[in-house]
């Protein structure tokens, strides 16, 4: 059985950083891509960063040089480093994975099968 279980999200000032963490569970085939999304209220679900088994990495255009993707596949847990935070980064963050690799290149929530039940993050101006 798979199960993803996110941890690291709070509140923080704008300008600041947090780390969230996903820790997974279940067959190793389950987590060939993995990544991070994220919904605001009122707003679609976004692609945040993706990560495949081999460490390809893909971002959000807009986020990039301000988040970082990466796992530990010792621990079997995948991470999602964000640095200066901005009001608009306000939104609940999941974690998602999916046995196809490929998953990874598009980024859109509907093709992942399996996901966390989030963690919010909240970021004040």
């Known amino acids: 059985q798979v199960q993803l279980v996110e941890s690291g999200g709070g509140s923080v000032q704008s300008g600041g950083s947090l780390r969230l963490s996903c820790a997974a569970s279940?067959?190793?085939?389950?987590?060939?891509?993995m990544g991070w999304f994220r919904q605001a209220p009122g707003k679609e679900r976004e692609g945040v960063a993706t990560?495949?088994?081999?460490?390809?990495?893909r971002y959000a255009d807009s986020l990039k040089g301000r988040f970082t993707i990466s796992q530990d596949n010792a621990k079997n847990t995948l991470y999602l480093q964000m640095n200066s935070l901005k009001p608009e980064d306000t939104a609940m963050y999941y974690c998602?994975?999916?046995?196809?690799?490929?998953?990874?290149?598009?980024?859109?929530?509907?093709?992942?099968?399996?996901w966390g039940q989030g963690t919010q993050v909240t970021v004040s101006s």
């Open positions: 998602a994975s999916d046995e196809l690799w490929f998953r990874c290149i598009s980024m859109r929530g509907g093709d992942f099968g399996y």
């Open positions: 279940g067959p190793a085939y389950s987590r060939n891509c």
């Open positions: 990560i495949d088994n081999i460490g390809n990495t």
